[in-house]
Every structure is written in C-alpha cells, then in structure tokens.
C-alpha cells in the first residue's frame, strides 16, 4: 500500500501532517503502531489517514471546523488525529473518564462539526450528546465506520484550501484556577516546535520503542514522545489503561527503549509484586511528566539501574518547559530542571511583576513558539493567562545558581491527582448542585500514591440532614472518578479573610490534620460537634 502527498496542495512547512507523508515514503515497512499486538506501518497508517483526510474534505470539512472524539488509545484514533491534521482540522480528544454532564458541557464548550466515537464509548457519547446545548453529527471510529464511508457531511461546508502553520491542530480541554474547563489551541507550529525542543533535548530514533500509556486526552499523550517518535520512524505500542503488571511485561517483551508516566504511575510500579526481578534492561529513556516525583521513589528507580528524567510543563505551553537529564537527578532531588531549547523562562515577583535574576523564588513566566494560541472561544482567559508574549504558568519555582528549577508551590488553586488537574471550583460547583448544599470548599493534600487528593468542606443548608455518603454519592454522579474528595468535613461557616475571599491556606491546614488520622482508602465523614473548627 502506498501514498503520496496531494499535489494539489501546498501546505505550510510546519504542519504536521506532513511529517507522515515524509515517514510513509521513507519508511514504508516500518511498525508505526502497535496496538495490543496488532500492528501497522507507516505506509498503511499514512494510506489510511490520506482516505479518510480525503473523505473529510469531500464531505465538506475543512481548515476552521473542530473534530471531537470520545476515544481510548488506538490505531484508529491516531489514523484520525493525522486524517485532521493532513485536512487542516482542529482534533479535539475528550475524556472517556468524565460524567455524562461534564462531557456534555465540553462538547458545547467546542463546538464541534463532527464528533467520532468509539465502540465503546458510545453510551456515555450518546448520554452526553442528548443533554449537551447542540446535536452535531456524529459517526462511529475505525474501519468498519467512518472510514468505510458513513461520514455524515458537514452542516456547514468549508472552502478547501492548504494547510497553513497557524491552523489550530489540537485543542486539549484542561482544568485550571476556574470552574470551567477551557479549551487550550495548539497550532500545527506550536506543536512542531515542541517536538523539535523535544528531539534536541531527549531525543528518539527510528529504532526506539515508544510505550505511550498516558490516554490521549492528554497533550502528553500527542506532544511528550507519540509524535515525535512517529516524525522520526520509531515504533509506537499503544496501551488502553495503565495496569503495572502487564506495563512491565509489555516492556520485557516488546523490548521498550523509551517511555512517559507520571508520578503515581511509577510509584504503582515500583510496588508492583514482581517489579524487582522484572527486565526493565531496554529501557534507556523513561520521562516524568505531571508532577515534581518524590525524592524516595527517584531513588528506587535509580537503584534498580533506571534513573528517571523529570520534566515540567504545562498544556497552554505545548506542554515541555523544563527538564532534568537522568545522570543529573540523583545530585538535583526535587528539581525540574533547565530549559528546554527554544524556550525561554523568567522569574517574576507576584507581588511587584518584576523580573528577579540569580537565585530567586517567584511565580515562573515562559515564552516561545511552542506557547499556546489561546483559550477556546474565550479571550478574557487569554488575558488572564498572558503579560505580552510571556505565559504566566501559575506556579511558584525556585532557580538556584545553577540555573536549575524547582517547583515551590502553586499560585493557582488546582491540585494534581495521578497526573490529573483538578479545579476546586469545578468540584466545589458540582457539589453545589445539591440542595442540601449551601456552599463548599475543596483543597488538595498530599497523597503517598496519587501525589494529591481532594478534601472537601460542605456548609449544609440550615437545619439539613445531610452524610458524607449522600455528598459523596452525588459527587460520583457528576464528577469524573479522580475529581471525588477522599474525605468530607461538614462546618458551619467557611473560612474567610479580611476581604472576604476564602481562606483557602487555613482549609489547607485543617485538611491536612484530619488526613494525618485517615488510613486514605475510605471518604469518612467527622463528628458533627467539629463543624466550628476550620
């Protein structure tokens, strides 16, 4: 099966389709993908993703239209995201874990011309749709649907023209400091010159083996190895969920050489019964990404001969800001490193907005091409988050003398559990959708396996007779698995300051005292005479 690229069009020299289509004709033979022990070539992903671009366009979608999907990892959805990108689509992957409500509420958010949907998220796809402000068309993944020619057509046709380096290629939905999800744009440029930081910094050959077990809802999942490996002809193995014994046996057997996870998924293999003994002896390249990992389990890793290479960034800067090479980590605990190419960062007063130089603790500001196009339909947030060309990440970092970077604390109010983003007031808004509920108040603490969890305090309506396990049970009804507190603490009043914002720090501290006393497996609701205390 071959391919060759539509001489019709002459796309811009950073869209990344083209980086398939250069693949393809070098390396036609070549395992792109392994998915679950089938596997697919370059020639053939490159011939599958041109039909079903081809079809797209035919169909009337073009440069300008969104293309969501509801989809765990697979050959079918990569064939997809390079069909998008060959077309000039914006891909926009959208989280299997969310509630039918919060999937609802990011379809509407997106906007989308079409939405694709896998097999086997078609129940929850559906139960989103019907509740969401619009129906657009939607069609089932793979070979046996869309790409067997039951493409609906676009409601709304596009002019075909090439693909040019400013059009938005993805759109990752990701929570920060407020309730709503916001849709981050990455151009094919911004995630061209990530990957070319990437390849520069830690780089991948058409002879490494990529294991790509974070799901694609992720930009880590496109931007922290997949794409990369895929510019360069290496061998991707595609993983649906994150299970520790069979990570460990697929890196034995398919002799794995390069690998991203976050912090709680290598803790969870660490603790693995057999993760001893295992041959982990192919690997020379395994990244941290998601959060700072935990001096302890560096260690552990570093003993077992497999030093871990930790990574900072964040999805509006596409997402790699700064990095920490394996040999370095052992003498740098806690720390995240240096720059990568093509980045520039500045440590900046929160209280003053001036630049500090030297050593120096403040909120880290990053700049260059691969930072973000903006928010989704929403540029007051695009304001918010920019001062001129500098991102503002939200987090406090400490530079020291080498130039080296540690995380602090952060600015915003997020907290990240098992690599997830979590928005309190995302959670703190669903909560609120009880009528027993008055108000609430959710703050992370610190988690042995999943870095961070959730402890929320609920204010009930005056005179309610209300548990933690109808607060709990309501939470699992609207919220995604990761965003449920671990633990309820009913008060009377929420802390406030003197300018009546919340006392989030003092929340922070309370919650950290009751959590010493908790054994962290159960949500468990505190005696009703300490509602005063917080």
């Not at 997106?110 to 939405?115: G, N, Q, R």
């Not at 394996?326 to 490193?337: F, H, N, Q, R, S």
């Not at 309506?461 to 009913?490: C, Q, T, Y």
Request: net charge negative; charged share 20%; proline share 7%.
């Amino acid at each position: 099966m071959t391919w060759t690229a539509d001489p019709e069009l002459d796309d811009g020299p950073h869209t990344i389709g083209r980086w398939l289509i250069d693949r393809a004709a070098h390396s036609p033979e070549r395992i792109a993908i392994d998915d679950r022990g089938v596997t697919t070539d370059y020639a053939t992903l490159a011939a599958r993703s041109a039909a079903f671009a081809g079809a797209l366009r035919d169909a009337g979608y073009g440069p300008g239209d969104r293309i969501a999907t509801v989809s765990g990892n697979s050959t079918d959805h990569v064939v997809a995201f390079f069909a998008c990108a060959v077309a000039g689509i914006a891909f926009v992957p959208l989280s299997w874990r969310l509630t039918p409500r919060e999937l609802a509420d990011v379809l509407s958010r997106s906007d989308p011309a079409l939405v694709l949907v896998e097999d086997e998220y078609e129940s929850l796809a559906g139960a989103a749709l019907r509740i969401a402000d619009r129906m657009p068309p939607t069609a089932v993944l793979g070979t046996t649907g869309v790409e067997a020619g039951t493409l609906p057509r676009s409601p709304r046709p596009r002019m075909r023209r090439p693909v040019r380096d400013d059009d938005p290629l993805l759109i990752i939905f990701t929570s920060g400091s407020e309730a709503a999800p916001k849709g981050v744009v990455l151009t094919h440029a911004n995630c061209f010159w990530n990957n070319l930081a990437l390849a520069q910094a830690l780089p991948l050959t058409q002879d490494d083996v990529v294991l790509a077990m974070l799901p694609q809802f992720h930009v880590a999942a496109w931007n922290c190895q997949p794409l990369l490996a895929w510019w360069v002809g290496a061998t991707v193995v595609l993983e649906r969920s994150f299970q520790p014994a069979r990570v460990l046996q697929l890196i034995a057997d398919r002799g794995v050489t390069a690998m991203m996870g976050v912090p709680t998924q290598y803790a969870m293999l660490a603790a693995e019964r057999d993760a001893a003994s295992a041959d982990t002896s192919s690997l020379r390249l395994a990244l941290v990404g998601g959060a700072t990992m935990p001096v302890e389990l560096q260690q552990t890793w570093a003993t077992r001969g497999l030093p871990l290479t930790q990574g900072y960034g964040l999805t509006e800067a596409g997402p790699n800001v700064l990095h920490l090479p394996a040999d370095e980590a052992t003498d740098a605990p806690g720390a995240v490193g240096r720059p990568y190419p093509h980045v520039s960062v500045r440590v900046v007063d929160p209280a003053t907005g001036l630049t500090l130089d030297g050593e120096a603790t403040g909120e880290l500001w990053v700049r260059g091409p691969s930072v973000f196009a903006g928010f989704l339909g929403d540029d007051a947030a695009t304001a918010r988050a920019m001062s001129g060309h500098w991102l503002r990440s939200g987090d406090l970092v400490f530079r020291d003398a080498r130039g080296v970077f540690r995380v602090v604390d952060r600015l915003k109010d997020i907290y990240i559990s098992g690599g997830e983003n979590v928005a309190p007031a995302e959670v703190e808004y669903a909560l609120c959708l009880h009528p027993l509920v008055e108000a609430a108040a959710v703050v992370g603490v610190p988690d042995d396996v999943w870095g961070e969890r959730g402890v929320a305090f609920v204010v009930p309506v005056a005179g309610a007779a209300l548990s933690a396990d109808e607060v709990l049970a309501h939470a699992r009804r609207n919220l995604a698995a990761f965003k449920i507190p671990v633990h309820v603490e009913f008060v009377d009043e929420l802390p406030r300051s003197t300018i009546e914002k919340l006392a989030r720090s003092r929340l922070r501290e309370r919650a950290q005292a009751l959590r010493a006393h908790a054994d962290g497996r159960e949500p468990v609701e505190t005696r009703s005479p300490s509602r005063g205390e917080s």
